[in-house]
């Protein structure tokens, strides 16, 4: 996983009207301009059927790139917590399912906020392109060292019959922020490259 940081200084908060649920948004300090929204962890159990433990045992392990502290408040990055939200869509108790929809409901409000899908498209825009060109210049780099047809993964000459893949730690969906960022690619043998892929569409964990 990559490091990067987020710029606590421009946080703000954001919510559909005064009485309703409030997220965090927060830049982050990469060549996509982009920022990302959290939520307390205070206010996701409040506002969710998510107890106190479960929060606790999500946030305990995570990165900075889904959770941050600052000022002795602890954020957790939105959608990490639509995910942990999912399953209680789910619940056998009609209780904890209302209060799941209704949590989901509120997160899907502020996401609609019309400065938010503005910036959002903005910086749709610049992805792909920064993204492209971040891998050739990788790729140009590691031939020029010598390293064109070694696999960063194994440490290995790339097997015959494998194409040289440049791979995004994370996902270039799940944090596009990241995409022209230089920790976040590496190179890799097409066979270790769809190795690191398979698990794409498995449930949050």
Known sequence: MSEFKYLLDTKKT????????????????????????????????????????EVNEHVADKPEEQVITDGG??????????????????????????????????????????KLNEERIIASETVKTKSTKAKQDYKKQRIKQGLGNICEKTNQPIPQGDKLHIHHDP??????????????????GSTVHNEGHKNDNEPFK
């Open 14 to 53: 954001l919510s559909v009207n005064e009485q309703g649920l409030s997220v965090v948004q927060v830049y982050t300090d990469t060549e996509i301009t982009n920022s990302q929204l959290f939520i307390n962890v205070n206010d996701l159990v409040e506002n969710s059927p998510l107890t106190r433990g």
């Open 73 to 114: 408040q602890t954020l957790i990055r939105v959608s990490s917590a639509l995910k942990l939200n999912d399953p209680k869509l789910r619940d056998v108790d009609p209780n904890v399912c209302a209060q799941a929809r209704q949590f989901e409901q509120d997160i899907d409000n502020i996401n609609m906020m019309p």
């Open 171 to 188: 996902r270039e969906a799940d944090f596009p922020e990241l995409a022209a960022e230089q920790a976040s690619l590496s190179a890799n």
